[in-house]
């Protein structure tokens, strides 16, 4: 295998600017005076890719751009822009003191059928460049309904079994992917992980039990974010948890998207143990609650984690 060649590749079908405001509170109905402003390029794939290269791992970056958007984007990853006619949307989040988070998300601009093909061929192409390589369907698929099963059923085809497919996203997009028999990894949260099987998880245990409900699907591998209790990973033969030491908040946007990339970091870099890669997961997604963007900035310093497989089953959890 030569190391140099991407073994992840990323696909964020609806990549946003990111504007994030931080201010001492927000207050409805209120005129404010941001204290600070960012702006950057960003997607749950994106994020992840960004947060790989921070630790010199390449994961190019699929992502659909129009001319204008591709002149205007400058990122430290290996992009990999796909263009489409439809311009970039905007997402907004406010920051209080103390970490309160408020987020507005704009809806993604469509892609046609001709766009959404070009997008999964690129995507297949480059994850064709190395052995056991993942891929990473990450963030918003927008269109719904038929067209969005449809969708899922081309992309899946054209990446082909010689693919290991992980997928972060949610609602229609997550239920369909994962009962798709085609799928090797999912990354949810407690709400959406719900969702998939339907019921209410109120305790550690009823996790457990959703994840190993999803397993019989197909799925290899499931990671459940926890928000502050920290990561879960449930496999066939094994279950492990993770929780990192107490840190100051500051954004909690983009936590996800720093643990799934923690927990590839441990696999791409052989530490392929379920409890060393749940382990980095919890480390990453903590460490980027500190940052005040919506992406990490630095991998230093990571937060001890305890990890354990003693799983507290009556634990109440939050669907936050």
Known sequence: ?????????????APSWDITYSLNTLEPGVVHRAQSTS?????????????????????????PLSHSDQASVSVEVALVPVLIEGQLRTNVTVVETGGRTTKINQAASPLSAVEWSALAKKTAELGLLAEESWVLVSGTIPTSGEALESRL??????????????VDTS??????????????????????????????LLTLGDVVD?????????????????????????????VVWAESERVAV?????????????FFHAVLSGRYSLA?????????????????????ETLQPLPRVSVRADIDADQPVSSD
């Open 1 to 13: 295998m030569n190391p140099s060649l991407p073994r992840l590749v990323t696909l964020t079908p």
């Open 39 to 63: 702006r950057e390029f960003a997607g749950k794939g994106v994020n992840v890719s960004k947060a790989l290269a921070l630790a010199g791992i390449a994961a190019p970056a699929v992502v």
């Open 153 to 166: 059923v081309e992309l899946i085809d054209t990446l082909g079994p010689t693919h290991r497919v992980a």
């Open 171 to 200: 609602g229609e997009a997550l239920n369909a992917l994962a009962r798709s028999g085609r799928v090797d990894l999912i990354k949810p949260n407690v709400s959406e992980l719900s969702g998939c099987v339907g019921r209410a």
């Open 210 to 238: 959703a994840a190993k409900e999803v397993l019989a699907w197909g799925v290899s591998t499931v990671l459940v974010s926890l928000g502050e209790q920290g990561f879960l990973g449930v496999q066939a033969d094994e």
């Open 250 to 262: 500051v954004n909690t946007i983009g936590a996800g998207d720093a643990s799934v990339a923690g």
């Open 276 to 296: 060393d890669s749940v382990a980095s997961a919890a480390a990453w997604g903590a460490l980027k609650v500190t940052q005040p963007g919506s992406q990490l």
